[in-house]
């Protein structure tokens, strides 16, 4: 991942609320559950680490859940950890998504016209100087 992507997903993250918080009990098989399945609906996710109660630090408790989920950790800054994974199903569904929308207009347009509540659009063109 490079540099400037790298500064793309951090200024997406600002605006994120972290989802879970890591505390007491530390990185379990629940914490790295639900990290993958946050990865897997969002792409990019920002966790907590309570510094005052988790028995790993932020740096660690990042690796081990990109280790695990085969994330790419994008920032660690005091307790809160951003991570980043591409989510191919997530990204088909947005190409089907915009795809269905284009295809529900281009049909509206047709029915528009069949009916004819539109007229054919005619291109005016002015030279210039002259109008």
Avoid: C, W
Avoid at 8 to 15: D, E, I, L, P
Avoid at 24 to 34: E, L, P, R, S
Avoid at 76 to 83: H, N, T
Avoid at 88 to 108: D, S, Y
Wanted: no cysteine; aromatic share 2%.
């Amino acid at each position: 991942m490079t540099g400037k992507e790298r500064a793309a997903f951090r200024a997406q993250a600002n605006g994120l609320e972290p989802l879970f918080h890591i505390g007491k009990g530390g990185m379990n098989d629940g914490v790295i559950a639900q990290t993958d399945d946050a990865l897997r609906a969002r792409e990019l996710i920002k966790v907590k680490v309570l510094l005052e109660s988790s028995p790993i630090t932020p740096r660690e408790a990042a690796d081990q859940l990109a280790a695990a989920t085969g994330a790419e950790v994008i920032q660690v800054i005091g307790g809160v950890i951003v991570l980043y994974r591409e989510s191919p199903e997530l990204r088909e569904k947005a190409a089907q998504k915009e795809k269905n929308k284009k295809l529900a207009a281009k049909q509206a347009r047709e029915k528009a016209l069949r009916e004819g509540k539109l007229g054919k659009r005619v291109k005016v063109r002015v030279a210039k100087g002259k109008r």
